[in-house]
């Protein structure tokens, strides 16, 4: 029931040590600025949770030595600039304030310290530019809007910190920071930190006990440097820690499926991408550009090519984005793999090339059947695969490949497991039986391609068929169209099976080489095995050209030739 204590009811008490509030219905801090403890004070405010604002200079007063405030489980939403203005802060816990958002830049402008901060399970998303450099330990536990970690300059004393993600950590993995010796980005030097010449000035007095105009002088360089009020000499400071690499021990530790490297990881894998993105995105554009365009009819064989040429191109663009986004984090992936896991951009990577690979290797088989149906009924006119045909059995494709790339966004897997934004979070039985599905669907479509392509092959090596000459080069060249996409495949398929049965033979950073180097090949390869090296493509290239006023003649030839064609299987058949 206390909801109000007097401005003056602290006052005079020199001896003060540790003052207790909990559980009150204050609405604000108590004042205590003319508390003037010549003591160590704990301040414990806690469990309040009708105080919602911290005001400047709220603890101006309250000792002359060093001072702990935990002010943690209240309904603090606000905490002004300067509000830590006059204290030798040891420690600052504002742990379970659940609707502190933000600590201003200018917050412990005045103040010396924190030494500890604790600010977990708060909303915050951001620390403050400046007072995090005496820092030793930093803990941000159940944190989740803390993505985003300040310049690692800042923190030249931390040696401990407690964070939410793992991706944090990896800012501090190949951190190795002589302790209060930093880098200078300018000039390439390094300069001693000076608290540590205060410390050298401090031992060189001792030695040299009339020389006094040397210690006063390197300490008010550091008080003009870093605050009026602190006394380095008196301060209690491991000066042994000048003279010492030191580690940052960091929690939790990054895990076998987000290693401390950028999403590429290398830096070949990073020019190769690039390379190949823009080589499968122009190609596939152009051959659905000239396949649609063409003035020929939309044939069964051609629709289902602008299909492939399509998933293709998906595989492209998610190469892209890939590649976009590590350019974009390179050095700094620490700092946005959360926001990237996390967010609607790698559920759209992910989201397209699960849809483009399922697609592709549907089209494929359809591919496959259907050139198997028509050389093997080459006779029979009325069992002839007709385009609504085709139509028909492309819906479907595109239905099945939406809903499997839809599936981890619901929690069916996930997207967000690894920086490439793959499915490979395995925890749950239904997510492990999900990627399983996938890769043993794909595997069984490569079973079923080999087996049509020998039933073609000895179908064209049987006399007693009759099969066009055009049917025989077609059945080859998609022979090593088809070949040639499994064949890249067949490693991504084999480590993958492995891992999705919890046996991984790869970590994910290898697998990024299988990522780069074998899952787009195909998706670059297709547009010159099944169309820019044909002649039919040819003919479609130059007669568009035509329609712009170039190539006329190559167009007028291949126009000729292809009459010639069409009147010669008239008069053989008719």
């Given at each position: ?171 501090f993995t190949n951190w190795k920071r002589q302790n209060f010796q930093f880098y200078s980005f300018y000039n390439f030097s390094t300069e001693l930190h000076p608290i540590c010449s205060i410390s ?37 400071f491991d000066y042994g820690l000048c003279n010492e690499v030191v580690n940052v021990a960091c929690s939790p530790k990054p895990d076998a499926f987000n290693p401390c490297e950028d999403i590429m ?310």
């Open positions: 029931n206390l909801v109000y204590i007097d401005q003056d009811a602290f006052q005079q008490l020199p001896s003060l040590r540790y003052l207790l509030i909990s559980n009150t219905g204050l609405r604000f801090l108590p004042a205590v600025r003319k508390v003037l403890s010549f003591q160590k004070v704990l301040l414990d405010i806690q469990d309040n949770i009708n105080i919602r604002t911290i005001e400047r200079n709220s603890f101006m007063g309250l000792s002359s030595e060093s001072v702990i405030l935990w002010l943690n489980k209240n309904g603090i939403r606000e905490i002004e600039n300067y509000a830590f203005n006059g204290t030798y802060l040891d420690e600052l816990n504002l742990s379970d304030n659940h609707n502190l958002e933000k600590l201003p830049n200018e917050v412990f402008q005045g103040a010396n310290g924190p030494v500890v901060l604790d600010i977990s399970r708060t909303r915050i998303s951001f620390l403050p530019s400046h007072g995090l450099e005496l820092i030793k330990k930093l803990r941000a536990r159940s944190t989740y809007n803390l993505k985003k970690l300040p310049d690692l300059r800042k923190f030249r004393s931390l040696i401990e910190a407690n964070f939410t993600y793992p991706s944090h950590c990896c800012a050298q000035a401090k031992q060189d007095l001792d030695e040299q006990p009339g020389d006094k105009i040397r210690r006063r002088s390197a300490a008010e360089d550091y008080i003009s440097n870093y605050g009026i009020g602190f006394d380095p000499v008196e301060n209690e990881g290398y830096n070949i894998l990073r020019v190769l991408i690039w390379f190949i993105n823009i080589l499968a995105i122009s190609g596939n554009i152009v051959v659905l550009i000239i396949l649609i365009s063409s003035q020929y009819k939309l044939t069964v064989p051609r629709f289902l090519m602008c299909n492939l040429a399509f998933a293709d191109l998906c595989i492209g663009i998610y190469l892209l984005f890939i590649a976009s986004v590590d350019i974009q984090t390179k050095s700094q992936y620490y700092n946005y793999a959360i926001d990237w896991q996390t967010g609607a951009g790698c559920n759209a990577a992910g989201f397209f090339t699960v849809f483009a690979s399922e697609l592709s290797v549907y089209t494929l088989t359809v591919i496959t059947l259907e050139r198997w149906h028509t050389i093997t009924y080459a006779m029979q006119l009325d069992r002839k695969v007709r385009f609504r045909h085709a139509v028909i059995i492309m819906i479907f494709g595109w239905m099945f490949a939406f809903t499997v790339a839809l599936l981890p966004i619901f929690g069916v897997s996930s997207y967000m497991k690894v920086s490439i934004c793959l499915p490979m979070d395995i925890e749950t039985p239904f997510s492990q039986a999900y990627v399983i599905f996938l890769l043993v669907l794909n595997v069984l479509a490569f079973v079923i391609i080999c087996a049509c392509y020998i039933c073609i092959y000895f179908t064209v090596r049987n006399p007693n068929v009759i099969s066009s000459n055009s049917d025989t080069k077609i059945a080859k060249r998609m022979a090593i169209l088809i070949f040639t996409d499994f064949l890249c495949m067949a490693p991504i398929s084999f480590f993958a099976i492995s891992a999705s049965l919890k046996v991984p033979l790869i970590t994910v950073s290898k697998s990024k080489i299988l990522l780069v180097l074998f899952y787009p090949i195909n998706s670059c390869a297709n547009p010159f095995l099944y169309a820019i090296f044909t002649k039919t493509f040819r003919r479609d290239f130059f007669i568009l050209l035509s329609k712009f006023g170039c190539c006329e003649m190559q167009a007028q030839i291949y126009r000729t030739d292809t009459s010639s064609s069409a009147h010669n299987f008239h008069t053989r058949n008719g």
